[in-house]
Nanobody, 128 residues
């Protein structure tokens, strides 16, 4: 089992920045977790991938809507995942979730389905 706890969500003005954090605990060995990532969801819409990280190589993947504005990173010593969000837009408003799991097909790493472990979410609101 893996436990994930997000923090850092807040209300900000458009153009501002936020840094989300995700503290991971439990069985985060490579046999159980090879990808970690950030997803977001607004009411009435499906959960979507924002950014993911392949733990073995550090490769990063981004949704086109956030590429160049968001940066995913990981601190192995703290077993923590981060999402630096810059140049925020009102359309970035959502509940943001940290996820971890063993993704078999790398082409699906930005889809929520392969991820087994999820945090409770942290709200990000961007005002125009």
């Amino acid at each position: 089992q893996v436990q994930l706890v997000e923090s850092g969500g807040a209300s900000v003005q458009a153009g501002g920045s936020l840094r989300l954090s995700c503290a991971a605990s439990g069985d985060t060995t490579i046999d159980n977790v090879n990808y970690m990532g950030w997803f977001r969801q607004v009411p009435g819409r499906e959960r979507e991938g924002v950014a993911t990280l392949y733990i073995r190589t550090g490769s990063r993947y981004y949704a086109k809507s956030v590429e160049g504005r968001f940066t995913i990173s990981r601190d192995e010593t703290k077993n923590a995942l981060y999402l630096q969000m810059d140049s925020l837009k009102p359309e970035d408003t959502a509940m943001y979730y940290c996820a971890a799991g063993r993704v078999i097909d790398w082409e699906h790493n930005l889809l929520p389905r392969p991820y087994k472990y999820w945090g409770q979410g942290t709200q990000v609101t961007v005002a125009s």
